[in-house]
């Protein structure tokens, strides 16, 4: 069963959680008992496959899925879509450090891993549940996310899913990668907007009762992919445990050695699938949490303060720019010992003042399990040059930011133990900043791709020739071939057109869903 972060709810069965999506009074479904891994469980799996790990953490949190469902909806999942037949290889970096590479879906950053599952899980919770309505899932994505989520939902039966982005402010290529989703049940549509009109017009429609009213007269139902769903954050719990056990079987560590975790962080999604591993039984020594110059979280591990009020920066690790990490909510009200008034009053601090602070106490329990760092522009862009040049290893900027915190971890801390980095993107997503990262190492010659944002089609044609040909010269000088998700990317047709003002967003839900 699942319970609420705020003690608000009553507890539900795993298919309940997913479909809700979040606690419908404020607060997020955690599980009420954690399951346990022997290290015996952990020796097991490093013989097995990715799908077999997958499917045996599930079974263990989906109470209410049959075996054969879960199977059904891992089999699916991680398959061919994915270039690489283990799922999440690991590159050994050093004899000390693995680079654990959760890149290989088909849109070619980590979100893939739970959003090639996520959308099967809903459909068979909704099946568990008897639910008869169709479901619209609403994304409002300033770049990564809109694309995993339209790939996962896509051709999905009960499901529609329409994703907002900003028009002329995510990269020519994520636009792209948008446009060309195929799918009976996909919709994308650019609003006149920046992300936040984005997000504020969707979060409204959520809250719009009569809205919902006259969707449900037509048998139909809203719900969100966000990354609060329980759904989501599960299946990223399962690389983790799949990691030790292989490291394990290839006798690189010792059972029972502890290993670290540097996650690359900005929802605290990722992290916290991580922490729920360890407390499963995987032995982790420290997760080391990793931010971009938008340091909320490691200003909030080392002070005790969360603090929200500070300007926004963008950065070249977009996907990490984020002032409010929605899943630390779940960490806080485990480290508390599950105090669930202490979390409703932080996050009602965090809304109305956009700052909460914990007690001593708390801050000394956080630092046992987690060490928080953060990493500037400019040393992102060092540290993707410094690990070409050294190793030959092509880092994406995100995973950079993780490298360079666990450097200054080292330096601090002096410790030796094994760890893992997650990369969470391929470097070809990224690939302007990755390009002015190591163009003096090779060909520096070349013309920069042409300035961004804008919304004339000519120009807008014209830029995504010139993203086109950095993934070109990205990968003729380093040797590394295109990810496949990129590569075709060109010869795609254009499959949505649709854009609107930021008032018009509700009108364009109406036209798609012909009501
Ligand atoms: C979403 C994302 C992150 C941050 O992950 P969280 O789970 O939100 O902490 C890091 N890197 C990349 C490339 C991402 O797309």
């Not at 997000?199 to 449900?216: C, M, P, S, T, Y």
């Not at 979390?343 to 109305?352: P, R, T």
């Not at 060490?371 to 993707?384: F, K, N, P, S, Y």
């Not at 300035?451 to 086109?468: I, L, T, V, Y």
Request: with cysteine; net charge neutral; hydrophobic share 40%.
């Amino acid at each position: 069963m699942y319970i609420s972060t705020r003690d608000n709810y009553s507890a539900v069965v795993a298919s309940e959680a997913i479909k809700l999506g979040m606690v419908p009074a404020g607060g997020l479904f955690v599980p009420q008992r954690l399951p346990r891994l022997s290290l015996k469980d952990l020796q097991a799996m490093g013989e097995g496959t990715y799908q077999e790990t997958a499917r045996k953490i599930l079974g263990l949190y989906l109470e209410d899925f049959s075996a054969e469902a879960i199977a059904a909806c891992v089999n699916q999942a991680y398959g061919p879509n994915f270039d690489k037949q283990e799922i999440t290889p690991l590159h050994q970096l050093t004899d000390r450090l693995y680079v654990l590479e959760l890149w290989h879906g088909p849109t070619a950053a980590f979100k893939d891993l739970a959003l090639q599952l996520m959308p099967l899980l809903f459909a068979q919770a909704l099946k568990n549940l008897k639910v008869q309505q169709e479901i619209v899932i609403l994304v409002a994505t300033s770049g990564d996310t809109g694309k995993a989520a339209l790939e996962g939902f896509k051709d999905v039966p009960g499901l529609k899913i329409i994703c907002f982005y900003p028009y002329g402010g995510v990269s020519k290529v994520q636009e792209r990668q948008m446009l060309t989703t195929g799918g009976n049940n996909t919709y994308v549509v650019g609003v006149k907007g920046n992300f936040d009109d984005c997000q504020n017009a969707v979060k409204a429609i959520f809250g719009d009762e009569a809205f919902r009213r006259v969707l449900a007269e037509k048998g139909m139902a809203l719900s969100s992919a966000n990354s609060i769903n329980w759904g989501r954050l599960l299946p990223q719990i399962v690389y983790y445990v799949y990691t030790y056990a292989k490291l394990l079987a290839k006798g690189r560590i010792q059972p029972g050695e502890q290993v670290n975790f540097v996650v690359p962080t900005g929802n605290f999604g990722n992290i916290l699938a991580a922490w729920y591993a360890g407390r499963m039984g995987v032995p982790v020594h420290k997760l080391i949490c990793a931010s971009n110059e938008n340091k909320v979280l490691t200003d909030f591990f080392r002070t005790g303060r969360y603090e929200k009020n500070r300007p926004f920066k963008r950065t070249n690790s977009p996907s990490m720019d984020i002032l409010i990490s929605s899943n630390l909510e779940r960490f806080l009200f485990e480290i508390t010992g599950r105090r669930g008034d202490l979390i409703a009053q932080w996050m009602k601090e965090l809304q109305e003042k956009g700052t909460f602070t914990v007690n001593v106490k708390v801050q000394e329990e956080m630092r046992q399990v987690l060490w928080a760092g953060w990493a500037d522009e400019q040393e992102t862009l060092a540290t993707i040059k410094e690990t070409f040049a050294e190793k030959g290893y092509l880092l994406d900027t995100h995973t950079a930011v993780g490298m360079k915190v666990y450097r200054q971890y080292q330096a601090e801390t002096a410790d030796q133990t094994v760890t893992v980095l997650d990369a969470t993107a391929s470097p070809f997503k990224f690939a302007s900043s990755v390009w002015e990262a190591i163009r003096e190492l090779k060909d520096a010659g070349k013309k920069e791709p042409g300035a961004r944002a804008s919304g004339e089609n000519k120009e807008f044609e014209q830029e995504f020739d010139n993203e086109f040909d950095l993934l070109r010269k990205l990968s003729v000088s380093t040797g590394i071939p295109v990810h496949p998700a990129l590569s075709e990317l060109k010869r795609q047709p254009v499959r949505h057109k649709r854009v609107c003002a930021t008032g018009e967003i509700k009108q364009e839900i109406e036209d798609i869903l012909g009501i």
